[in-house]
């Protein structure tokens, strides 16, 4: 009886060990599940504000482009409009000189 009883508890005492290793197991794989979605979670938010980055330079240099053709078209108008003031004021000029000559 008295090994019956010895041979038992080693049996049990194995069983306990064995389920202690397996927890210690499981517990390792969950912590490092947790560990690959944290990290996981970080690569996608630098993937997202790496990519608003880039959408925000590609908008700045839009923006750039357009203002840089606005200011063209700009001095476009203002050097016609100068052209034109000078013809008009040429004519006008030519106009006086020939209302003072008769």
Known sequence: MRKLTIASLTAAAFTMGACSDQAQQETGEAANVVADDAAAGVEAAGDAVA???????????????????????????????????????????????DDVRY
């Open 51 to 97: 990519e608003g980055a880039e959408a925000a330079a590609a908008a700045t240099q839009d923006a750039a482009t357009d203002a840089k053709a606005a200011a063209a078209d700009v001095g476009a108008a203002a050097k016609e409009g100068t052209a034109d003031a000078l013809d008009a004021t040429s004519k006008a000029a030519k106009e006086a000189a």
